[in-house]
């Protein structure tokens, strides 16, 4: 099940950030998220290192910790994508598609012309979208 998503600018600015958890976490939420800024970096500084191919946009999991793992995108334009699940089993095509899918629906709303660059993400157009492709996370694939 994912717990969070989130979109931070190339200056580590969060540019949306949303929970779908009942519970009131989103402050170690956000903290997880911000923590894995650091291994995104790291990998993105060190491809040789972390095995990434450069023009690879999918980083895979970042930070897996007991309750959670991370899974991280990043876009042409520096922009990064975060999941948090609670699923300890997450095959990396889903996580893939998943990250398509939200990238379209990304594009889609700083496509905007009243999107202003740089800012956050406030449509509500945009959260719908986001909150469908979380809904339907791993269904495709077990069909």
Same mark, same amino acid.
């Given at each position: 099940?994912? !717990?969070? *998503? ?14 779908? %958890? ?10 997880? &998220?911000?923590? @894995?800024?650091? !291994? ?24 897996? %910790?007991?309750?959670?793992? &991370? ?12 999941? *948090?699940? %609670? ?5 990396? $095509?889903?996580?893939? *598609? ?10 889609? $709303? *700083? @496509? ?9 993400? %406030? ?6 979208? &986001? #909150?469908?492709?979380?809904? @339907?996370?791993?269904?495709? #694939?077990?069909?």
């Amino acid at each position: 099940m994912i !717990v969070c *998503v989130a979109v931070v600018g190339h200056q580590n600015n969060p540019l949306y950030i949303q929970s779908f %958890t009942k519970a009131d976490d989103s402050l170690k939420l956000h903290h997880i &998220v911000h923590c @894995s800024l650091d !291994v995104v970096d790291e990998r993105v500084n060190n491809p040789k290192k972390s095995g990434l191919i450069i023009n690879e946009t999918f980083l895979g999991l970042l930070n897996p %910790t007991e309750n959670y793992k &991370v899974y991280g995108y990043l876009t042409n334009t520096k922009v990064k994508f975060i999941l *948090v699940t %609670t699923d300890l089993e997450v095959r990396d $095509a889903d996580a893939r *598609v998943f990250f398509g899918r939200f990238h379209t629906a990304y594009v889609n $709303a *700083v @496509s905007n012309p009243f999107h202003i660059p740089g800012k956050k993400i %406030t449509s509500r157009k945009f959260a719908e979208r &986001v #909150s469908t492709i979380v809904k @339907s996370f791993g269904l495709s #694939s077990s069909s």
